[in-house]
């Protein structure tokens, strides 16, 4: 389940406690919140596709990045990713912009980065 400040299995994660989660059982330690995990990040080039477990940042701004996912890959024509979306949402997989400056309701994608590389 999705909860803000959420960073604790079973108990529910917000978007970057899941993330931070995810990668510290790959043994790689991340930054917590999105906007320093965005800011830490190794950029892949715009228009280079993302790899599965690269990160995609949405904000308001490259400043203001406040959501991301974990990519997974495509399904059909769609970009992919484990997102937890908003407070008392189940934590899923769903399609996102892979455009950057495509809108994800109120925000909008505005990069990738790969935290291993």
């Not at 892949?44 to 940042?57: H, K, Q, R, S, T």
């Not at 996912?69 to 997102?83: F, N, P």
Request: with cysteine.
């Amino acid at each position: 389940m999705n909860v803000w400040g959420g960073e604790t299995s079973g108990v529910g994660f917000d978007c970057s406690g899941l993330t931070q989660a995810a990668y510290k059982a790959a043994g790689i330690a991340i930054p917590r919140v999105a906007q320093d995990q965005f800011d830490t990040g190794s950029a892949v080039p715009e228009g280079e596709p993302p790899e599965p477990g690269d990160l995609v940042f949405f904000g308001t701004s490259l400043t203001t990045v406040d959501h991301l996912g974990l990519y997974l890959g495509t399904e059909g024509s769609h970009a992919v990713m484990v997102d937890a979306p908003h407070t008392g949402a189940a934590v899923r997989v769903e399609p996102f912009p892979s455009t950057v400056g495509d809108a994800l309701g109120d925000l909008a994608y505005r990069g990738t980065t790969d935290p291993g590389g």
